[in-house]
């Protein structure tokens, strides 16, 4: 079966408006209205998708659930996914719990969408940043920390490494050279006494 027969957005849209739901009618002067797409009564998905089911529900009441309403469904019975569990829970870590998985990006507030960044991009999240986005990324990370909530970052960039509470340096050397616990401590531990490789660059 085609994963993109579960997208509204690809084979399995609702031909009648291209998987949008709604029907947008523009009234000029005054503001627009919409309707919902008779055809597929706002589901978004043409009629035969809906009869495939994960558990006792179909793809488009899967996606009206909200962050934490999902994890739920995710998490146990014939439903329990490993991976979806871990991107919904990157989710509520930072704060976003309360949105439905389905929701559309164009109905997201400017806070939203960056706390999207980080839930979604953990791993490396600083890779290929100017610095200037860098310091915005890191700003937003502080906020779940200030709020009780722990953030795990996989990192090589010095700005991020200096910035955290707590490294765990992995080494001696890199690759097959490494897998060592070889400091772990504040960062002005390693820059102080410049036991590691991540020592002697965040000294300098």
């Known amino acids: 079966?085609?994963?993109?027969?579960f997208s509204a957005n690809s084979e399995g849209a609702?031909?009648?408006r291209n998987g949008a739901?709604?029907?947008?009618?523009?009234?000029?002067?005054m503001a627009g209205v919409s309707t919902t797409c008779v055809e597929c009564e706002g589901r978004r998905f043409q009629p035969s998708v809906p009869e495939h089911r994960l558990g006792d529900?179909?793809?488009?009441?899967?996606?009206?659930?909200?962050?934490?309403?999902?994890?739920?469904?995710f998490g146990?019975?014939?439903?329990?996914?490993?991976?979806?569990?871990?991107?919904l829970g990157r989710l509520a870590?930072?704060?976003l719990g309360y949105l439905g998985i389905g929701q559309p990006l164009a109905t997201l507030s400017g806070g939203e969408l960056q706390r999207l960044k980080p839930a979604t991009h953990l791993d490396e999240s600083?890779?290929?940043?100017?610095?200037?986005?860098?310091?915005?990324?890191?700003?937003?990370?502080?906020?779940p920390v200030k709020s009780g909530k722990t953030v795990i970052m996989i990192e090589h960039r010095q700005a991020a490494?200096?910035?955290?509470?707590?490294?765990?340096?992995?080494?001696?050397?890199?690759?097959?050279?490494?897998?060592?616990?070889v400091f772990q401590g504040p960062p002005a531990g390693p820059v102080a006494n410049r036991p590691t490789q991540t020592g002697k660059h965040l000294a300098e």
């Open 76 to 87: 146990s019975g014939e439903a329990r996914i490993s991976r979806a569990l871990a991107t």
């Open 161 to 181: 490494i200096a910035h955290s509470d707590w490294i765990i340096d992995l080494g001696p050397g890199a690759g097959h050279g490494g897998g060592t616990i």
């Open 21 to 29: 739901g709604v029907i947008y009618t523009d009234l000029g002067m």
């Open 126 to 143: 600083a890779a290929g940043l100017h610095p200037a986005d860098v310091e915005l990324l890191l700003a937003l990370l502080d906020r």
């Open 57 to 73: 529900h179909d793809i488009a009441e899967v996606l009206a659930m909200s962050v934490l309403g999902a994890q739920d469904f």
């Open 14 to 16: 609702c031909p009648a």
């Open 93 to 95: 870590d930072v704060g």
């Open 1 to 5: 079966m085609c994963p993109a027969l």
